[in-house]
């Protein structure tokens, strides 16, 4: 394992240039090799394993995974842990989730174990399961929302009940191989290290500890998840009439040929029976017809320019039809996000990727009850919100399509931004500022305000 660690030394010493290279990176296509995701380089789902107590042949553990990741939920249907066994360990049992095969148990005479799989594949259990099923933090349907929006829910327990296992520190084994669908492709796991005893405060006046800790970090890449985009950005501004739309095919494209009933329209009479056709039981998107196929588009209107603030409109429209997004989120970088001085009808919270060196990134939410959940397509399935920004007199602009976000996430997925070339000009630009805003000049733009962002 001297690889990984060397990997991760070079990786540190060379920080210093990560902000020059986020900047660069930003001008990449979205699903290139982004091993890690520059707006969140920390975020990961930790999988802790608590040895509580010993059976005659094994060991109960509880088994809790953390997300820890700004951004990124597990929305339903939910977690598949997958690991495989180090020797030929069973499930005896499980509370408050399942494995989903039971596997060849025929040696047992008497009462067969509950998985006799080498590598079993575990899911959480449904709401409303039987109380004496249950332990706290299971039984959501795999659903783990993230620390920033829900914290309460940003974990998922379940306790196991391992044999043919071993009965002391030494003589346990850990799973290797540990998988994670959330719900589809996209997370790699490392390998189960053995950590500090979990400690647990009861009362506040006793500390218990558990008799055997490891944990296992899985990370998320959307180049494994290899997910077509799942929403796009569309963009204008009260300084020029022009509407920059989506760019065409940005998740896909219409083809009735090829790919009949790929979308619908909104006044189709074929819409009911299309909502609950084929794909409706595995979730596939039913989106509205557009040029962009998309099922989320982000439309971001400058708005009004005041002395010292400027305003910009946010609106996020639902075009999937088979779609409730609930506690949905949006990640948006704009190097004015250091100033946001109010916000409406949406949560806020500002993101310090680099460690707080600049702050240009920032969180945005549903607020609960109100707009927490993204109606299906159609007339309700959108959310709005206004963004007040205080204007520093030395970065403000609006030429050069300063004032459009950097980049923008829904739900952890990079949205398809369109070309700079397209960004609604000032009309007071000369003919010369004109000039089709070339790549080089923009990332030397970019890489130079990062650099000033940097060291002022
Ligand atoms: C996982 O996230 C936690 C919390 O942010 C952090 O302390 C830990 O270092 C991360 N682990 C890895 C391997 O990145
Ligand atoms: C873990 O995965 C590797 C590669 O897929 C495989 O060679 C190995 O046998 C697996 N280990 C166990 C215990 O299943
Ligand atoms: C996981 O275990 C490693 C190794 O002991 C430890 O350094 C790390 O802090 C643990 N992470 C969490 C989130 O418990
Ligand atoms: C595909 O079919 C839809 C209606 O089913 C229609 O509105 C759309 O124009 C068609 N697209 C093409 C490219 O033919
Ligand atoms: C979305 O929620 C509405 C009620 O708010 C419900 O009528 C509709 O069936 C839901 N749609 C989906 C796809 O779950
Ligand atoms: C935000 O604006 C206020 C008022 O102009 C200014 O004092 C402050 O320095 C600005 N903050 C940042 C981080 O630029
Ligand atoms: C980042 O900007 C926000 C909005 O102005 C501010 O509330 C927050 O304190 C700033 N954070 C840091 C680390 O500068
Ligand atoms: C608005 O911006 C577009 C570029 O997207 C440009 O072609 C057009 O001339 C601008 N309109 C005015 C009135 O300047």
């Not at 070079?10 to 990176?25: E, G, H, K, P, T």
């Not at 069973?90 to 039971?102: D, K, L």
């Not at 006044?267 to 009911?272: D, K």
């Not at 959310?383 to 602009?397: C, V, Y």
Request: hydrophobic letters at 35%; charged letters at 15%; a positive charge.
């Amino acid at each position: 394992m001297a690889p990984v660690g060397g990997v991760a030394g070079s990786s540190r010493s060379a920080a210093c240039c990560a902000v020059l290279l986020a900047a660069v990176l930003f001008f990449s296509a979205p699903a290139t090799t982004e091993a890690y995701d520059s707006l969140d380089p920390n975020g990961n789902i930790t999988i802790k394993w608590d040895i509580i107590s010993w059976t005659p042949d094994g060991y109960v553990a509880t088994v809790t995974m953390f997300n820890y990741q700004q951004f990124r939920h597990i929305p339903a249907p939910g977690w598949q842990l997958g690991c495989s066994w180090a020797k030929k360990e069973v499930i005896w049992s499980m509370v408050g989730a399942q494995a989903t095969e039971q596997g060849d148990c025929s040696k047992f005479k008497s009462a067969p174990p509950h998985c006799c799989k080498r590598d079993p594949t575990i899911v959480d259990l449904l709401p409303g399961t039987p109380f004496n099923q249950q332990i706290a933090n299971c039984c959501k349907a795999g659903v783990i929302k993230t620390f920033n929006q829900d914290p309460g829910n940003a974990a998922s327990s379940f306790q196991i009940s391992v044999g043919l296992a071993g009965t002391t520190n030494k003589a346990v084994k850990m799973p290797k191989n540990f998988t994670l669908r959330a719900p589809g492709p996209g997370y790699t796991c490392g390998r189960a290290l053995v950590g500090r005893p979990t400690k647990y405060y009861s009362d506040g006046r006793r500390v218990t500890q558990a008799l055997m800790s490891w944990n296992v970090t899985c990370t998320y890449s959307q180049f494994l998840a290899q997910k077509t985009p799942t929403c796009c950005v569309s963009l204008s501004s009260f300084y020029n009439d022009t509407i920059v739309n989506c760019p065409t095919c940005s998740c896909g494209c219409q083809n009735n040929i090829t790919r009949p009933g790929s979308c619908v329209n909104d006044n189709s009479p074929y819409l009911q029976s299309a909502i609950n056709g084929p794909g409706k039981l595995t979730g596939q998107p039913l989106v509205q017809c557009t040029s962009h196929m998309c099922p989320i588009r982000i439309h971001w209107h400058v708005k009004l320019n005041y002395k010292d603030y400027w305003r910009v409109k946010v609106t996020i429209t639902n075009f999937n039809y088979r779609m409730n997004y609930t506690d949905w989120n949006m990640v948006a970088q704009h190097p004015n996000f250091d100033n946001i001085t109010k916000l409406f009808s949406f949560n806020y919270k500002p993101l310090t990727p680099y460690g707080g060196r600049i702050n240009d990134t920032a969180m945005f939410w549903g607020m609960k009850f109100y707009n927490d959940l993204l109606n299906q397509a159609g007339p309700l399935g959108n959310a709005q919100s206004e963004l007040l920004m205080r204007k520093d007199s030395e970065t403000f602009t609006f030429q050069k399509g300063w004032a459009f976000p950097r980049r923008v996430y829904f739900n952890g997925d990079n949205c398809v931004m369109p070309s700079p070339d397209d960004y609604p000009w000032l009309p007071s630009a000369s003919p010369l500022t004109k000039q089709p805003w070339t790549l080089p000049l923009l990332v030397f733009w970019t890489v130079l305000s990062t650099l000033l962002a940097y060291y002022v």
